[in-house]
Structure formats: structure tokens, C-alpha cells
């Protein structure tokens, strides 16, 4: 299958900081990518959809003030939290598809965010 | 509320038992996905059913997706240690994206 890369794998920052997650398709060109939020012991929540070019689709109670995404390529979307408070420590893990609709989206290995 | 359940939450095993996981919905799906996911990593797509009825065979995992498109079940025969992660379903609606289910979580203890 093909590969996406997330970066970094795990980030530990301080309250009030801003951090930004990496997704890369490494050998395809991703004309779609989501990212997800997962709590432990959860299952993954579709935080957005991104479209290469255009603007982020936000799922209903996704801030996209606090969470922005760019998917300035196709083979990079970026999400960045902003003023990260503890509440957003989390496990967030982004996935990439190649074509529309029901074609195969694969996922990269996902980011462990920590805010202290 | 879920548009997905899966049954059971939790699961634990000895090696070399069979198991049954089951993904059930009162939505009609164009297409459904089971993942596994190990800690701290993503997913891995292990199969995509889009026809009623149809069955699936990856060595020892047998996928099943109900007539009606409502409900999937995942069968693992003689389970090892390797099959521990969380299995989930994820389903998809036409022209829509995947929603996914909350998980059961298989622990296969040697």
C-alpha cells in the first residue's frame, strides 16, 4: 500500500503554544486528506477534510480558529493547534486518498500531542 | 449517538480460539472498511466490502458484509497474539467519507 508519513510522531509543549503536525503522502499525489482525533481508548473522530487548494470542511464542533489546516500540495497538508491548552493533548492521526469516493485512504502513524 | 456500533467492546482470549466482532448500523452503507490499529499507530485498512452478502477471506480473518449493506462481522479462526489491537469499522454512505465505529478491542493472550 502506500505510505503516509506523519511528523512528528510525538510532541510535548506548554500551555499557550502553538504546534504544527506534518501529513505527507511519500508516493502519490493525495488529492483529499482527513485528520482525526483520537482519546485514548476511542475511537478516531474526523476533525476535517482538506482539499488540495481549497479551504479545510470542518466537522460540526471542530474550532477551525483553533485548528488550522493547509493542504498547500498534494502530498502535504499541515494542522496546526493553536494556544494548545491541556484539553487538546491527544492522539491525532491524519489519512490521505488518492482519488474520490470510495477509493482507499491510508493513514499515517499518528502524532501524540501532549500540552503541559 | 453512533451511527456505527460495534460489539463487543472488549474482548479477551486465549490463543488459539476462534472470535466473532461485529459492526452493525440502522443506515445503509455503499461500502464498508475494517481496520486494526496497534498502540500508538494508525490504522491499516485489512478490507473493503461494497456488496451485500459478500465474503471476504484474509487468512485466518473471514469478513462478512450483511445483505441489507447494515452490518459487517469479522471472524478471526485460531487467534494469536499477533491479532491483539483494536479492530474497527468504518462505513460509508455514497459520496460521502468514512464514519468510523468506536472499536472493539482484541487482546489474544498466549
Known amino acids: 500500500g502506500a505510505v503516509v508519513s506523519q511528523h512528528p510522531s510525538w510532541v510535548i509543549c506548554k500551555s499557550g503554544t502553538s504546534v504544527k503536525i506534518e501529513c505527507r503522502s511519500l508516493?502519490?499525489?493525495?488529492?483529499?486528506m482527513f485528520w482525526y482525533r483520537q482519546f485514548p481508548k476511542q475511537s478516531l473522530m474526523l476533525m476535517a477534510t482538506?482539499?488540495?487548494?481549497?479551504?479545510?470542511?470542518?466537522e460540526q464542533g471542530v474550532e477551525k480558529d483553533k485548528f488550522l489546516i493547509n493542504h498547500a500540495s498534494l502530498t502535504l497538508s499541515t494542522l496546526t493547534v493553536t494556544s494548545a491548552h491541556p484539553e487538546d493533548s491527544s492522539f491525532y492521526i491524519c489519512s490521505a486518498r488518492q482519488g474520490a469516493g470510495w477509493s482507499e485512504a491510508f493513514f499515517g502513524q499518528g502524532t501524540r500531542l501532549t500540552v503541559v | 449517538t453512533q451511527l456505527l456500533e460495534q460489539s463487543p467492546q472488549f474482548l479477551s482470549i486465549q490463543e488459539g480460539e476462534n472470535l466473532t466482532v461485529y459492526c452493525n448500523s440502522s443506515?445503509?452503507?455503499?461500502?464498508l472498511q475494517w481496520y486494526r490499529q496497534e498502540p500508538g499507530e494508525g490504522p491499516v485498512l485489512l478490507v473493503t466490502v461494497v456488496t451485500g452478502g459478500e465474503v471476504k477471506k484474509l487468512k485466518r480473518l473471514t469478513f462478512q458484509f450483511g445483505d441489507a449493506r447494515k452490518d459487517s462481522s469479522l471472524h478471526i479462526t485460531a487467534a494469536q497474539p499477533g491479532d491483539t489491537g483494536l479492530y474497527l469499522c468504518a462505513g460509508a454512505k455514497h459520496g460521502q467519507n468514512f464514519v468510523f465505529g468506536p472499536g472493539t478491542r482484541l487482546s489474544v493472550l498466549p
Open positions: 482538506s482539499n488540495e487548494g481549497s479551504k479545510a470542511t470542518y
Open positions: 443506515s445503509v452503507f455503499s461500502s
Open positions: 508516493d502519490f499525489q493525495a488529492t483529499t
